[in-house]
């Protein structure tokens, strides 16, 4: 699940604010309206990459804001 595609396709605007290295800092804007069609692009998205056999437990935290280990990532 690429959650920045998500949000772009969502409506919301996503800038690039500093690159580190490899690591690129982020930030999300957009409206209530949506933040709510992000919401449900995820719930809907979630269970299908969960059911995923292949999927590690490292690929599914990648690109995650709220995860562990990824707290420089916005």
């Known amino acids: ?3 920045l595609k998500i949000a772009i396709a969502s409506g919301m605007q996503v800038t690039l604010d500093g690159r580190i ?3 690129e800092y982020r930030s999300v804007y957009g409206s209530l ?3 709510r069609r992000f919401a449900e692009a995820v719930l809907i998205t979630a269970p299908i990459v ?3 056999p292949e999927l590690t437990e490292a690929e ?3 690109g995650s804001s709220n ?3 990824c707290e420089a990532q916005r």
């Open 33 to 35: 309206q949506a933040l």
């Open 1 to 3: 699940m690429d959650i």
């Open 60 to 62: 599914g935290r990648t």
């Open 50 to 52: 969960a059911t995923r």
């Open 21 to 23: 290295g490899t690591q």
């Open 67 to 69: 995860s562990p280990g």
